[in-house]
């Protein structure tokens, strides 16, 4: 089992910056990749960017070039440094773990942290 938990959400001015973390928790050793998703209102849930154990990172193109993701493995976090934010960024942005057991995937996900880009 793996246990995720998101912070760093909130309200910020179009233009502006938020970093997400997302700490886990629990049986680690066969995670293969962890990711951010997000869901706006009346939506479907989107992937955002995802990284590796690697440490290869893919992204939406919506986001390329204003969005960054990382990962500290000795930490067991991830995190999404989110800049030059957008209205249409606004949604609950998830983070997402895929557990890698005898070659079946497994995914777990958070609860979920609130961004909202409004003036």
């Known amino acids: 089992q793996v246990h995720l938990v998101e912070s760093g959400g909130g309200l910020v001015q179009p233009g502006g910056s938020l970093r997400l973390s997302c700490a886990a928790s629990?049986?680690?050793?066969?995670?293969?990749?962890m990711g951010w998703y997000r869901q706006a209102p009346g939506k479907q849930r989107d992937l955002v960017a995802t990284i590796t154990s690697g440490g290869t990172a893919n992204y939406a193109d919506s986001v390329k070039g204003r969005f960054t993701i990382s990962r500290d493995n000795a930490a067991n976090t991830a995190y999404l440094q989110m800049n030059s934010l957008k209205p249409e960024d606004t949604a609950v942005y998830y983070c997402?773990?895929?557990?890698?057991?005898?070659?079946?995937?497994?995914?777990?996900w958070g609860q979920g942290t609130q961004v909202t880009v409004s003036s």
């Open positions: 629990g049986s680690m050793l066969s995670i293969v990749a």
């Open positions: 997402n773990a895929v557990d890698r057991r005898r070659r079946v995937d497994y995914e777990y």
